[in-house]
């Protein structure tokens, strides 16, 4: 029973937690933030241009990319820290007990390493990155979504992961 219940929150292919998985923690390190007075921050990590990857290079190149990333990303946080497959090919991690200035310095951990991987840079595939913590300025607006709009406005050289900053609580 605990191989299936732990095969039913791990993505297949690139072997990180699940989307099922992320909302649980989410919402558990939500509940912990609020019982203890901690920050929690998310990081999206964002591939891009990954429709024409698969468009271009072939879905087998494109599924090598997804689990290098998710590989890249494991290898890049702590152990507390919590890697998911967002989307298609979309990463988050879930930072507990991080600020901001944290969350933004393990995307630019996550860049650095992806600089120095070989399949990365003789690729010339990238990633957008977007980060936000709670609580922060109080507002509506999601972390997830606080951290996917940083994506959207913050990267404006491909080579380069965007920041950005939001707050508020899903």
Partial sequence: FRQTERLAMIDGLTGVF?????????KK??????????????????????????DTRGHQFGDEVLRA???LVKDTIREEDVVC?????????ILPET??????????????????????????????AGVATYPAAAG???VERGAQMAIG??????????????????
């Fill in 18 to 26: 699940n989307r099922r998985y992320m909302d649980i923690m989410l």
């Fill in 29 to 54: 390190e939500f509940n912990r933030c609020d019982r203890y007075g901690k920050s929690l921050s998310v990081c999206i990590l964002d591939i891009d241009d990954f429709k024409n990857i698969n």
């Fill in 69 to 71: 990333l998710s590989a």
């Fill in 85 to 93: 497959r967002y989307g298609g090919e979309e990463f988050l991690v």
């Fill in 99 to 128: 600020d901001a200035d944290g969350a933004r310095a393990l995307a630019e951990r996550a860049h650095a390493a992806l600089k120095d991987s070989p399949l990365f840079r003789k690729s010339g595939v990238t990633f957008s």
């Fill in 140 to 142: 509506d607006v999601s």
């Fill in 153 to 170: 406005g913050g990267c404006h050289d491909c080579h380069t992961p965007g920041y950005g900053e939001s707050g508020g609580k899903v």
